[in-house]
């Protein structure tokens, strides 16, 4: 996956896909996650959720998460029909 990075960025589903994959031990590769991440489409609010999970420990992924999560606060919550408890 780390190959086809540049070409998954308009692919938002496939950004948490993509966050797993990375060595976040590696100081160069986490460099280049984090400024891909700002290239990334606009993720959905359930990818958003997931990058708080503790899967994704990283203050590089749950800063923009957070980020993302506060768009979607003005919304009603009827707009978010695929949502699920």
């Known amino acids: 996956m780390w190959r086809f990075r540049y070409s998954l960025t308009s692919e938002a589903r496939a950004l948490t896909k993509f966050l797993k994959c990375v060595d ?3 100081a160069q590769e986490a460099r280049q996650a984090a400024d891909l991440m700002q290239a990334w489409a606009p993720i959905a609010i359930a990818d958003a959720l997931e990058l708080l999970s503790p899967d994704f420990s990283n203050e590089q992924v749950s800063l923009p998460s957070a ?3 506060s768009s979607f606060c003005c919304l009603p919550f009827g707009s978010f ?5």
Do not use: E, I, K, R
């Open 81 to 85: 029909p695929n949502l699920q408890f």
């Open 67 to 69: 980020v993302a999560l």
């Open 24 to 26: 976040w031990g590696d």
